[in-house]
């Protein structure tokens, strides 16, 4: 008997020791944000819907495998039992009201993830550019004039919209503790809100592949006090060092690079989101 | 061109790989030539149109490259066991999972299955062979010549590393340069051909050429599925074909498709692929669906249940295969009102694919439920498949996908329905019709093993990766460091690895056990079948299939006629000359003139590209001036062939 049933004993002993194992452990499951909260919400919900039906499935697997399996004093042996209207309307109605009940709040939660997070409407977002070059990270404060390399530091209980493009491969900007991610794409402009609750650093990552590099492409998301962040801004405007061109267009060429940090910007130079191939020109000439 | 740069130089694994090739090649000559099996060779397989033969080669080759692909899994989980691994360097891991991918899906699943379509559809619709069989083979060797230009790359130039979805602009020339991405363009534009040809083969088979009385609604299943399949391949292949020529122009021609210079746009050839990517996976599905419907039905001694609601569930899911690709790339900012329309399509797919699961489960009610091993990979397909059908509809959530997309969430999704779906039906089929290939059964005691092997170590393997993904573990990282946390899980998940990879080597052993141990046939019935394809006298069907073609009374036509005891043997008066067609190598060489083809444009030697294209345009010649109608089987020869004495 025992044999029968070990794949679901193991599974289930999987799965407890899966779950008991502290779900709250795991990143995505432990948001920093409100954007990231709502897609646990989202998660959770629709978890406890798949747990419901995988509990149908294998209670009315176990039963009528075991019911009917070749035995002696086997009962109820029908070969012709060809269908049942009502069985098959039950099956598909059932579906159905699982994919609206669903749906709602999917569509609901996407429509509310394109906007600043609830709560937050009336505080003036802050514009990050956030820009991939392979396998690097830079990032844009065009209002306070600021750019730095595979780092950001951000306000916290602030909006912040993430103006994403590429100089090259197509990337995704990620940072699960905060919320999901979105495509950075050369000759074009993504947009995506996120937020932090409370102070911390969080790893942020591109998370769709692009070659060599794409593993360590990763930088940090330092979430402030808005008291220390303005500190942060008045002081790297005052200090660090102005881009020039020419080492902007060395960050152009594939490779990792250390943590930047500097008091101007490359927008006077080059939009990415506007020039999807000012990277590849650059390293044509470079390599002359 | 050095030759240190047209061989993959500098990895002892590769100097391995050299060797081993050498070794076989060799071994393969040898053993022809000493046993003189060079005229077996080609008379027998090399120029055949017998799809039952097409269908065993099909199936040999995908078992080959289920071991090339699974080597290239288990290197991966080797490479990821434990933090800051150094066993592969990126490249090298990069390489593997592209490769990875690409043989699984189209030179492993799909070969797989229309093997196994091959073989059994023409004889469930009482048919003697396809309704093209020429073009059957063209098909076939297309397949297998792409598959090995394919997977030469290993060796010759270097493997593509792009992934097997090769979004651009990284597959360009610019971000993957060398003929690695070539390689992947035109080894699956070549057997992408033969997959299209199938495709139509199969379609015009399944409607003209049913035995009398086998209308639409008495066919079984997995004919029904095969039928929606090639629906599916007709209308889904010449996208991935139109869009590899653009890509391919981009590489080789300077054209700007989907460049990141002259306004390409990259997110173009994301579309095509999963316009193209998305059907796929429902052509590597379907079938599945088939042959469980099959088998549950045979070893539940029933009819199916609700066999309306099934063939209209796939037809459906046909249908919507093509209206959900955007859910590939939810987080490619396409606007709330795109994403909210692909998430709700997506979900929907799952009410069809809902009713199939409960539908094998009544299908077993009131049934005679029997253990043998088709069975087994049947219940554990429904047990398994369920847990990625629901954490699929998880991922069509769009608002939660952005936080799934690109994890290890969505690779233990989509193997737990590639596996426990596409793998398992492809077992479950291999060891239900192997006695009609090859007249004698698996070993079930070692088939079980595989089977228990197979399952559990696919659970300790992909199980844990949905908490990988949950916890922020991208998919196609090389490496991870020590302070991520991942190491126990994905230590487990390759423990399961290795344990799929043993299960692989008993099936095989099996093989070879059955071969010399296993009693043969005596009738064509091995497992009181019913359908047509069991109804044959003998085990193996002779070539023409059936001596008389049957008239179809109904749905499981042989089983009603074993129940009222209705077959009779066949005498002298119900035979009559059967035609057959010729074999023919020009099939074979066609394809190997697309092989030269393809290597020259891999290497841009366009020289040896036109060569190989006059050769394959001569030999469309020659086809199309060959008179060659075929042939008559005797009376006398099939008296013969069937013992029939009276």
Same mark, same amino acid.
């Given at each position: 008997m025992y044999k029968r049933y070990k794949p679901f004993v193991f599974l289930g002993m999987l799965l407890t020791v899966f779950l008991l194992s502290g779900c709250s452990d795991l990143l995505v499951l432990d948001p920093k944000g409100p954007v990231a909260q709502q897609q646990k919400d989202l998660i959770m919900y629709s978890i406890i819907f798949m747990i419901g039906i995988i509990m149908v499935v294998y209670v009315l697997f176990g039963f009528i495998v075991y019911k009917y399996r070749d035995h002696k004093g086997h009962k109820g042996y029908d070969p012709e039992n060809k269908g049942s209207h009502l069985i098959e309307a039950i099956c598909l109605i059932i579906p159905l009201i699982i994919?609206?009940?669903? @749906?709602?709040?999917?569509?609901?939660?996407?429509?509310?993830?394109?906007?600043?997070?609830?709560? @937050?409407?009336?505080?003036?977002?802050?514009?990050?550019?956030?820009?991939?070059?392979?396998?690097?990270?830079?990032?844009?404060?065009?209002?306070?004039?600021?750019?730095?390399?595979?780092?950001?530091?951000?306000?916290?209980?602030?909006?912040?919209?993430?103006?994403?493009? @590429?100089?090259?491969?197509?990337?995704?900007?990620?940072?699960? @503790?905060?919320?999901?991610?979105?495509?950075?794409?050369?000759?074009?402009?993504?947009?995506?809100?996120?937020?932090?609750?409370?102070?911390?650093?969080?790893?942020?990552?591109?998370?769709?592949?692009?070659?060599?590099?794409?593993?360590?492409?990763?930088?940090?998301?330092?979430?402030?006090?808005?008291?220390?962040?303005d500190k942060w801004a008045k002081e790297t405007q005052q200090e660090a060092p102005k881009l020039t061109k020419k080492q902007y267009d060395q960050l152009m060429l594939q490779g990792h690079t250390k943590e930047m940090t500097f008091s101007s910007t490359h927008l006077k130079w080059v939009k990415h989101e506007n020039d999807a191939d000012y990277a590849i020109k650059v390293r044509e000439r470079l390599s002359k | 061109?050095?030759?240190?740069?047209?061989?993959?130089? /500098?990895?002892?694994?590769?100097?391995? *790989?050299?060797?081993s090739i050498a070794i076989t090649m060799l071994g393969i000559v040898f053993f022809l030539t000493y046993f003189k099996k060079w005229k077996w060779l080609w008379t027998e397989w090399l120029t055949t149109v017998d799809h039952k033969k097409i269908g065993i080669m099909y199936i040999i080759s995908a078992i080959l490259m289920l071991f090339r692909g699974g080597v290239d899994a288990l290197l991966m989980r080797t490479q990821l066991a434990v933090p800051e691994m150094e066993f592969l360097d990126s490249q090298k891991y990069n390489e593997i999972f592209t490769t990875h991918g690409t043989i699984m899906i189209i030179f492993m699943a799909m070969p797989f299955l229309i093997g196994l379509i091959n073989v059994v559809v023409p004889l469930q619709i009482g048919a003697r062979d396809v309704a093209y069989p020429y073009l059957n083979a063209v098909s076939f060797w297309t397949f297998f010549i792409g598959a090995m230009l394919?997977?030469?790359?290993?060796?010759? /130039?270097?493997?593509? +590393?792009?992934?097997?979805?090769?979004?651009?602009?990284?597959?360009?020339?610019?971000?993957?340069?060398?003929?690695?991405?070539?390689?992947?363009?035109?080894?699956?534009? %070549? +057997?992408?051909?033969?997959?299209?040809?199938?495709?139509?083969?199969?379609?015009? $088979?399944?409607?003209?050429?049913?035995?009398? !009385?086998?209308?639409?609604?008495?066919?079984?299943?997995? $004919?029904?599925? =095969?039928?929606?399949?090639?629906?599916?391949?007709?209308?889904?292949?010449?996208?991935?074909?139109?869009?590899? *020529?653009?890509?391919?122009?981009?590489?080789?021609f300077g054209s700007h498709f989907f460049t990141l210079q002259g306004e390409g746009m990259d997110m173009?050839?994301?579309?095509?692929?999963?316009?193209?990517?998305?059907?796929?996976?429902?052509?590597?599905?379907?079938? =599945? #669906?088939?042959?469980?419907?099959?088998i549950i039905a045979t070893f +539940?001694?029933?009819?199916?249940?609700?066999?309306?609601?099934?063939?209209?569930?796939m037809v459906l899911i046909a249908a919507y295969s093509f209206l959900v690709w955007v859910h590939h790339f939810f987080t490619m900012g396409s606007g709330a009102l795109v994403n909210s329309f692909f998430s709700v399509t997506t979900m929907l797919i799952g009410v069809p694919t809902g009713v199939k699961i409960f539908n094998w489960l009544f299908t077993m009610r009131k049934g005679q439920i029997e253990f043998s091993t088709p069975m087994l990979w049947s219940l554990g397909f429904i047990v398994n498949f369920v847990i990625g059908g629901v954490t699929g509809v998880m991922l069509a959530m769009a608002a939660a996908n952005y936080q799934y997309h690109n994890t290890y969430f969505l690779v233990a999704h989509f193997h737990y329905v590639l596996i426990a779906g596409t793998v398992f039906a492809c077992f479950a089929g291999l060891v239900y019709w192997y006695p009609k290939m090859f007249g004698h059964k698996l070993n079930e005691r070692i088939g079980k093993w595989v089977f228990w092997l197979f399952t559990i170590g696919f659970n300790i393997c992909f199980f844990p990766q949905y908490f990988l993904g949950l916890d922020g573990m991208p998919r196609r990282i090389y490496t991870y460091s020590e302070e991520s946390g991942w190491g126990p899980l994905n230590m487990i998940s390759t423990v399961g690895g290795?344990?799929?990879?043993?299960?692989?080597?008993?099936?095989?052993?099996? %093989?070879?056990?059955?071969?010399?141990?296993?009693?043969?046939?005596?009738? !064509?019935?091995?497992?009181?079948?019913?359908t047509l394809e069991w109804s044959t006298p003998s085990a193996m069907p002779p070539f023409y299939n059936f001596a008389k073609i049957p008239v179809v009374k109904g749905l499981d036509h042989f089983w009603n006629e074993k129940q009222n005891k209705e077959i009779k043997p066949? $005498? $002298?008066?119900?035979?009559?000359?059967?035609?057959?067609?010729?074999?023919?190598?020009?099939? #074979?060489?066609m394809a190997s003139f697309f092989f030269v083809s393809g290597f020259g444009l891999v290497f841009e030697w366009y020289w040896m590209a036109?060569?190989?294209?006059? !050769?394959?345009?001569?030999?469309?010649?020659?086809? +199309? #001036?060959?008179?060659?109608?075929?042939?008559?089987?005797?009376?006398?020869?099939i008296k013969e062939t069937e013992n029939i004495t009276k």
């Amino acid at each position: 008997m025992y044999k029968r049933y070990k794949p679901f004993v193991f599974l289930g002993m999987l799965l407890t020791v899966f779950l008991l194992s502290g779900c709250s452990d795991l990143l995505v499951l432990d948001p920093k944000g409100p954007v990231a909260q709502q897609q646990k919400d989202l998660i959770m919900y629709s978890i406890i819907f798949m747990i419901g039906i995988i509990m149908v499935v294998y209670v009315l697997f176990g039963f009528i495998v075991y019911k009917y399996r070749d035995h002696k004093g086997h009962k109820g042996y029908d070969p012709e039992n060809k269908g049942s209207h009502l069985i098959e309307a039950i099956c598909l109605i059932i579906p159905l009201i699982i994919v609206v009940a669903l @749906s709602i709040p999917t569509v609901k939660t996407i429509y509310s993830l394109e906007e600043a997070p609830k709560g @937050s409407e009336n505080k003036k977002p802050l514009v990050i550019q956030a820009t991939s070059v392979d396998w690097k990270w830079i990032f844009t404060y065009p209002e306070q004039n600021i750019e730095t390399v595979n780092y950001i530091n951000i306000p916290e209980d602030r909006p912040i919209l993430f103006k994403l493009t @590429s100089a090259d491969s197509m990337n995704s900007f990620w940072v699960p @503790s905060l919320g999901g991610q979105k495509y950075a794409m050369a000759g074009m402009q993504t947009e995506l809100y996120l937020q932090a609750d409370d102070p911390g650093v969080f790893d942020g990552r591109n998370s769709n592949f692009n070659g060599e590099g794409f593993t360590d492409q990763t930088f940090k998301v330092a979430a402030l006090t808005s008291e220390s962040f303005d500190k942060w801004a008045k002081e790297t405007q005052q200090e660090a060092p102005k881009l020039t061109k020419k080492q902007y267009d060395q960050l152009m060429l594939q490779g990792h690079t250390k943590e930047m940090t500097f008091s101007s910007t490359h927008l006077k130079w080059v939009k990415h989101e506007n020039d999807a191939d000012y990277a590849i020109k650059v390293r044509e000439r470079l390599s002359k | 061109m050095k030759w240190d740069e047209f061989f993959v130089t /500098g990895d002892p694994l590769i100097y391995g *790989a050299d060797v081993s090739i050498a070794i076989t090649m060799l071994g393969i000559v040898f053993f022809l030539t000493y046993f003189k099996k060079w005229k077996w060779l080609w008379t027998e397989w090399l120029t055949t149109v017998d799809h039952k033969k097409i269908g065993i080669m099909y199936i040999i080759s995908a078992i080959l490259m289920l071991f090339r692909g699974g080597v290239d899994a288990l290197l991966m989980r080797t490479q990821l066991a434990v933090p800051e691994m150094e066993f592969l360097d990126s490249q090298k891991y990069n390489e593997i999972f592209t490769t990875h991918g690409t043989i699984m899906i189209i030179f492993m699943a799909m070969p797989f299955l229309i093997g196994l379509i091959n073989v059994v559809v023409p004889l469930q619709i009482g048919a003697r062979d396809v309704a093209y069989p020429y073009l059957n083979a063209v098909s076939f060797w297309t397949f297998f010549i792409g598959a090995m230009l394919f997977n030469i790359s290993f060796v010759i /130039g270097g493997s593509p +590393s792009a992934g097997w979805t090769s979004y651009m602009p990284l597959a360009s020339n610019e971000l993957s340069p060398g003929p690695g991405q070539n390689y992947y363009l035109l080894g699956l534009q %070549i +057997s992408g051909i033969g997959t299209l040809l199938t495709g139509i083969n199969f379609m015009v $088979t399944i409607f003209k050429m049913r035995a009398p !009385g086998m209308t639409l609604f008495r066919m079984p299943m997995f $004919t029904w599925s =095969a039928l929606v399949t090639m629906a599916i391949i007709i209308f889904a292949f010449p996208i991935l074909t139109v869009a590899l *020529a653009l890509m391919t122009f981009d590489r080789l021609f300077g054209s700007h498709f989907f460049t990141l210079q002259g306004e390409g746009m990259d997110m173009l050839w994301a579309n095509l692929f999963w316009l193209w990517g998305h059907p796929e996976v429902y052509i590597v599905i379907l079938p =599945a #669906f088939g042959i469980f419907s099959e088998i549950i039905a045979t070893f +539940s001694k029933k009819t199916l249940f609700g066999y309306k609601a099934m063939v209209w569930s796939m037809v459906l899911i046909a249908a919507y295969s093509f209206l959900v690709w955007v859910h590939h790339f939810f987080t490619m900012g396409s606007g709330a009102l795109v994403n909210s329309f692909f998430s709700v399509t997506t979900m929907l797919i799952g009410v069809p694919t809902g009713v199939k699961i409960f539908n094998w489960l009544f299908t077993m009610r009131k049934g005679q439920i029997e253990f043998s091993t088709p069975m087994l990979w049947s219940l554990g397909f429904i047990v398994n498949f369920v847990i990625g059908g629901v954490t699929g509809v998880m991922l069509a959530m769009a608002a939660a996908n952005y936080q799934y997309h690109n994890t290890y969430f969505l690779v233990a999704h989509f193997h737990y329905v590639l596996i426990a779906g596409t793998v398992f039906a492809c077992f479950a089929g291999l060891v239900y019709w192997y006695p009609k290939m090859f007249g004698h059964k698996l070993n079930e005691r070692i088939g079980k093993w595989v089977f228990w092997l197979f399952t559990i170590g696919f659970n300790i393997c992909f199980f844990p990766q949905y908490f990988l993904g949950l916890d922020g573990m991208p998919r196609r990282i090389y490496t991870y460091s020590e302070e991520s946390g991942w190491g126990p899980l994905n230590m487990i998940s390759t423990v399961g690895g290795f344990m799929m990879g043993i299960a692989f080597l008993v099936l095989v052993y099996n %093989i070879y056990y059955s071969f010399r141990y296993e009693p043969r046939e005596k009738t !064509g019935d091995a497992w009181n079948g019913r359908t047509l394809e069991w109804s044959t006298p003998s085990a193996m069907p002779p070539f023409y299939n059936f001596a008389k073609i049957p008239v179809v009374k109904g749905l499981d036509h042989f089983w009603n006629e074993k129940q009222n005891k209705e077959i009779k043997p066949l $005498t $002298t008066q119900d035979l009559q000359k059967i035609h057959m067609p010729n074999n023919s190598g020009v099939p #074979f060489v066609m394809a190997s003139f697309f092989f030269v083809s393809g290597f020259g444009l891999v290497f841009e030697w366009y020289w040896m590209a036109i060569i190989g294209l006059i !050769g394959v345009l001569a030999t469309l010649v020659i086809r +199309s #001036f060959d008179y060659n109608n075929g042939y008559y089987v005797s009376v006398e020869e099939i008296k013969e062939t069937e013992n029939i004495t009276k």
